[in-house]
């Protein structure tokens, strides 16, 4: 699986984003799909992750209640909406694809990743 990751930018704090990450193979509908975040000077952290079937979402503490992760088996397209941005959010951005629910926090389980999209937060 191949992960192509864009719609970073650069908005002001209390904007919004919408990121997107497009995958190639049939095998798409199968994963279950995260997005990641690394900051300079910092650790790759867990964002959210969806379901294979996008009826299961999880969010870390800090994307609870202004990001959606969503996805679209029919495009192989996994999505992050991101609003009420704050400066803190300013980070790269990652999609990745693993098989299998348990552990989804934990980017060493993920067995695909994207290049990243940059998503800067102006205060």
């Known amino acids: 699986v191949q992960l192509q990751a864009s719609g970073g930018g650069l908005v002001q704090a209390g904007g919004s984003l919408s990121l997107s990450c497009k995958a190639s193979g049939r095998a798409f509908s199968s994963y279950m799909m995260g997005w990641f975040r690394q900051a300079p000077g910092k650790e790759r952290e867990f964002v959210a992750a969806v379901s294979w079937s996008g009826s299961s979402t999880y969010y870390a503490d800090s994307a609870k209640g202004r990001f959606t992760i969503s996805r679209d088996n029919a495009k192989n397209t996994v999505y992050l909406q991101m609003n009420s941005l704050k400066p803190e959010d300013t980070a790269v951005y990652y999609c990745?694809?693993?098989?299998?629910?348990?552990?989804?926090?934990?980017?060493?389980?993920?067995?695909?990743w994207g290049q990243g999209t940059q998503v800067t937060v102006s205060s």
């Open positions: 990745a694809a693993r098989n299998g629910l348990t552990a989804y926090r934990l980017g060493s389980t993920y067995d695909y």
